[in-house]
């Protein structure tokens, strides 16, 4: 997945009680659905309790998201990265304060977290609170956040199979990314068999972009799971497309069940099923999913001008 991070760090700052309560970032988070947060991280002495790490608001600092990151006492005493996995992804566009918060610290018992002490990112800069917050544009907290494309909201669940509607998913554009995985929320009803495909398709021509079997309807549980599959050979996508569970197993009376959310909740998205010949869109459901993607990896230098040479060859000896 891709990440947003700032790894320098030449010095730290202590996280005490009543001192300096909590030590972060500020920065702009565009149009992101954060899934995993780290700080480097050390302990002097023997502090106890845990650390917490927050994402706030910018503007007035208030709370956006809490989750704890581990317990101080099991902390080493040499900076090492720490990461939490969001219970709660967050969806974000705004400028956001993200930071840790000790529960316990004083003078030579507390936990350390990691900074640089110059201006590394442009736009972004260290926070700390004590009463109040005070913003330190010279100095960078080292950080990463990773995040992902999802609709995590499902309150209803469509009925998939074979001989009636036989694909559930969602119709997006992928916007030039290199997609690794796929997930999307299941259930089953009584006990189905058969191959569970998890599918894009191109829109466009309905051609199958990825596909990995995720596993047969045995395994599925009867209540709403996230369930993942792994592309064997991830591919860049950089058009309108369809994320689909594809099932092999019964529509009727043993059957798979999809999650999705009965409501517009992701703007230019919309949840679609296929009932073999034609797909129906409905714009005021999102069926729920996640992918995972990477940066796309760069032509070979020269490549691009190699293809651009030969196209305007092609056109000038009119063979195209």
């Known amino acids: ?20 309560n ?4 500020r920065l702009t988070i565009p149009d992101r659905t954060l899934t995993h947060l780290g700080f480097w991280l050390y302990k002097e002495g023997t502090p106890t309790l845990t650390v917490t790490y927050q994402i706030r608001h ?16 099991a902390l080493t005493g040499t900076a090492q990265y720490i990461e939490i996995e969001l219970d709660t992804p967050q969806e974000l566009d705004e400028a956001v304060v993200i930071n840790a918060q000790a529960s316990t610290g004083a003078t030579g018992q507390c936990c350390r977290i990691s900074a640089q002490d110059e201006n590394v990112k442009d736009d972004e800069l260290l926070t700390r609170r004590t009463d109040i917050w005070s ?15 999802v609709q995590l909201q499902h309150d209803a669940y469509q009925q998939t199979g074979v001989t009636d509607i036989t694909r559930v998913g969602q119709k997006l554009t992928i916007p030039n990314r290199r997609v690794t995985k796929l997930a999307f929320v299941l259930r089953k009803t009584g006990s189905p068999s058969g191959n569970i495909n998890f599918v894009i398709r191109r829109v466009s021509n309905d051609a199958v972009i990825l596909t990995k079997v995720w596993g047969n309807a045995t395994s599925v549980t009867t209540t709403p ?6 592309f064997d050979t991830p591919e860049t996508i950089d058009e309108e497309v369809r994320l689909l569970v594809e099932s092999e197993a019964p529509f009727y009376t043993d059957f798979i069940q999809v999650g999705y959310k009965n409501a517009n909740v992701k703007a230019d998205e919309l949840y679609c099923h296929y009932i073999p010949t034609a797909y129906t869109d409905t714009v005021t ?12 990896e760069p032509a070979p230098p020269g490549l691009e001008n190699k293809s651009a040479n030969m196209a305007a060859k092609m056109i000038a000896g009119k063979l195209i």
């Open 135 to 149: 913003d330190f544009d010279t100095y960078d907290l080292a950080y990463r956040y990773t995040y992902a494309e």
């Open 285 to 296: 459901k999102d069926t729920a999913y996640k992918y995972n993607w990477e940066e796309p």
């Open 1 to 20: 997945m891709p990440v947003e991070e700032q790894t320098q760090y030449n010095m730290s700052w202590a996280l005490k009680v009543g001192v300096t």
């Open 58 to 73: 910018s503007v007035d600092e208030s709370l956006i998201y809490e989750q704890v990151a581990c317990d101080q006492d």
């Open 22 to 25: 909590e030590v972060g970032q």
């Open 225 to 230: 799971t996230w369930y993942e599959a792994e």
